[in-house]
């Protein structure tokens, strides 16, 4: 299994990554969580939706007693929204953390606002990686997206404490697989509207600093959800606990928000 696990039995919390396809960035939220009870960390490996939705469901049957606290971040975000709504019974308690914007009009300025935080060495590299992305004669395309990655971190972050983390494969084909399928989901609305079949509480945690905005996630899911939170961190980008202003804001808020937990 692709499952790294943070402190003892019983295993109530899972952490989901971002990418698609770029796992092991939650490990320092797994760590801190790990406290105050058994964490999962799981790798998603599928390159399909429905299929990382199995994966997912597996690991937590083979290795929890839900229902769980289900974390995601990112793109685990969305994968822990649409498992929330497939599965409702096993999630206790969903917590989205920098998550996409759920509605189109609300994506079209990401990267806009990336482009602009970029100098123009940073801004002329990015372009020509995305084009060699795009390439089919390209080889190695996992070492293209994680120095894209790279290039996208910096200016999703305010002002970010040094990573020390040693960095997992990422994997392009998991990427461009699965980000088809869920920005077609975002488009059409469907995305959004299984929102409806969530019945656990829903907090989403987000930086107001981070490119992806956060009416996109705030507005869409006060109307679509039953119990739904959004809570907005000051000088804070897109990864919560590498930031050095916002860091123990982000731990205590998610620390509280796993306890309260029915």
Not at 12 to 21: E, N, Y
Not at 156 to 176: G, H, K, N, V
Not at 201 to 222: F, M
Request: proline content about 8%; overall charge negative; some cysteine.
């Amino acid at each position: 299994m692709n499952l790294r696990t943070y402190g003892q039995r019983p295993f109530h919390i899972a952490v989901l990554h971002g990418g698609p396809g770029a796992p092991g960035e939650m490990a320092p939220v797994a760590r801190e969580l790990a406290s105050s009870g058994g964490v999962m960390e799981p790798f998603q490996t599928a390159n399909t939706i429905n299929g990382q939705l199995l994966e997912l469901h597996t690991v937590l049957q083979e290795h929890s007693d839900p229902p769980i606290v289900l974390i995601g971040w990112s793109w685990g975000a969305w994968l822990g929204f649409l498992f929330s709504a497939t599965y409702p019974a096993l999630v206790k308690k969903l917590i989205l953390i920098s998550s996409g914007p759920f509605e189109e009009k609300c994506a079209a300025g990401i990267m806009a606002t990336r482009l602009s935080r970029f100098n123009d060495a940073e801004r002329a590299e990015t372009a020509a990686l995305t084009k060699a992305l795009d390439d089919p004669a390209h080889v190695d395309k996992d070492a293209l997206m994680r120095r894209l990655g790279q290039l996208m971190e910096r200016v999703d972050s305010f002002d970010p404490l040094p990573d020390d983390e040693a960095p997992l494969p990422c994997r392009y084909d998991i990427y461009q697989n699965i980000w088809q399928e869920a920005s077609e989901m975002r488009r059409s609305g469907r995305l959004l509207e299984l929102g409806r079949n969530i019945r656990c509480p829903v907090v989403a945690i987000h930086g107001d600093y981070d490119p992806h905005p956060a009416e996109g996630i705030k507005e869409p899911l006060s109307r679509m959800v039953k119990d739904f939170r959004f809570i907005l961190l000051e000088k804070c980008g897109h990864h919560p606990w590498r930031e050095k202003a916002a860091r123990d804001n982000f731990y205590k808020i998610l620390r509280l928000q796993v306890a309260s937990s029915p």
